[in-house]
């Protein structure tokens, strides 16, 4: 019993492909073998193809690898960098620290 859901020409609610009749139609193997060797060629060239844009891709993956790392290697040269500006301000800190007790005691 169908599902109150259910069209006519659909099982379970789910569209169902009418039937199709094809007629058989007789190849010559010559007429086969010509339109195989195009298929192949043609699968050949778009293999090709696709081979070349992978390589396009993976050179740009490297490239921008490359540029990550460089882009690493200079946060890593300004935090070195920022830290040292922190420790020579905390060294001026202490400096000007003891210059004013030096002058509050003269």
């Not at 778009?46 to 490297?62: D, P, R, Y």
């Not at 960098?81 to 905390?90: E, G, P, R, T, Y």
């Amino acid at each position: 019993m169908p599902s109150r859901f259910t069209q006519p020409g659909e099982a379970n609610g789910v569209p169902q492909p009418e039937e199709q009749h094809m007629e058989m139609t007789t190849v010559s193997p010559e007429e086969d073998t010509i339109s195989l060797k195009d298929n192949m060629a043609a699968i050949q060239g778009v293999s090709g193809a696709l081979k070349s844009k992978i390589n396009l891709v993976i050179t740009e993956v490297v490239l921008i690898r490359t540029d990550f790392q460089n882009v690493g290697a200079r946060v890593k040269r300004a935090e070195g960098s920022l830290k040292k500006v922190k420790d020579d301000l905390a060294t001026l800190k202490k400096q000007v620290y003891e210059l004013k007790t030096t002058t509050a005691s003269l």
